[in-house]
């Protein structure tokens, strides 16, 4: 069974410190410990430190949380998704996951700068939803649908993630993300990381782990193995040895900065966005 391999990996995993909490080296922070590892979280400290100790550190994020057209779609889509997946499979239909969408619009229709653009979203999210209902098996049953998840790898190091969906498959299990944006070369570490996760909790078989862009209704599949999920964890530890010892969350201004909540109160971003305002257009990498 995978969870022997899963565990044989584990301990053999170098560790990034011992105890419940660690002394961060910036004025005396507490990084907690085992550390929350999610896939976003590791990628936002990959792509700017600054940002990472505004979110983190600081805990500034709800403060300066900006709703964006994109992200409102996505909740959409995936709230429908959700709710679907919740009713009796008899009940399921194109029409009724249209009207879960529409349901989910009307209450939060934030982020968008008109209203022309909102039509624009909100007739991608119908064409997405449509063409999964035509092309995909609505009375599924899944094992979970998005799910927080945590596991305690060791006593420094835990991994969270939201999983869209985990089904069976035959005697495993098979991990789906939705991806509401424009497909593109897909980060492996994602898919990994959640398979380690269902490794721990649920100790299948196997596992195979999806995106599915909903955009087109192309699917990109892998396999979780024991060398891909030894190899995902090594990432992880390595990532998090560099954010416990990170000392100054230096900015690194570049395209994601129009993105960023944080522009506004990042002297580095706010010179990117002036000098390069074409490169702060369009939707993020990861949707």
């Given at each position: ?46 792509q700017c430190r600054q940002r990472y100790k505004l979110h983190y550190v600081d805990g500034l994020a709800q403060e300066y949380r900006k709703p964006r057209p994109y992200l409102t779609m996505g909740e959409h889509v995936h709230g429908a998704l959700r ?152 990432d992880v530890r390595q990532q998090v040895a560099l954010i416990v010892a990170e000392r100054e969350y230096p900015a690194e201004p570049g395209p994601l900065c129009g993105y960023c909540d944080f522009l506004e109160i990042c002297r580095d971003g706010k ?17």
């Amino acid at each position: 069974m995978l969870a022997v391999v899963y565990l044989r990996i584990l301990f053999a995993a170098a560790s990034v410190g011992k105890g419940r909490s660690q002394p961060c080296p910036v004025r005396g922070i507490i990084v907690p410990m085992p550390y929350p590892a999610s896939y976003f979280r590791l990628t936002v400290f990959r792509q700017c430190r600054q940002r990472y100790k505004l979110h983190y550190v600081d805990g500034l994020a709800q403060e300066y949380r900006k709703p964006r057209p994109y992200l409102t779609m996505g909740e959409h889509v995936h709230g429908a998704l959700r709710a679907l997946f919740s009713l009796p499979a008899e009940e399921r239909s194109e029409d009724r996951l249209i009207q879960l969408m529409r349901d989910r619009w009307r209450k939060n229709r934030e982020g968008f700068a008109d209203l022309a653009e909102e039509k624009l979203y909100g007739e991608r999210a119908t064409g997405q939803l449509r063409r999964f209902a035509q092309r995909e098996d609505l009375a599924a049953q899944p094992l979970a649908v998005e799910d927080n998840h945590r596991v305690e790898i060791d006593d420094t190091l835990a991994l969270l993630g939201r999983i869209d969906r985990i089904d069976r498959d035959g005697e495993g299990l098979h991990i789906i993300d939705y991806k509401t944006g424009t497909p593109r070369e897909p980060d492996p570490l994602q898919l990994q990381m959640y398979a380690l996760i269902v490794a721990r909790k649920f100790d299948p078989a196997s596992i195979r782990a999806s995106y599915h862009y909903l955009e087109t209704g192309d699917w990109i599949s892998q396999a979780a193995t024991e060398e891909t999920m030894a190899q995902a964890l090594e990432d992880v530890r390595q990532q998090v040895a560099l954010i416990v010892a990170e000392r100054e969350y230096p900015a690194e201004p570049g395209p994601l900065c129009g993105y960023c909540d944080f522009l506004e109160i990042c002297r580095d971003g706010k010179g990117f966005a002036k000098s390069h305002p074409a490169g702060l257009e369009g939707e993020p990498p990861w949707e």
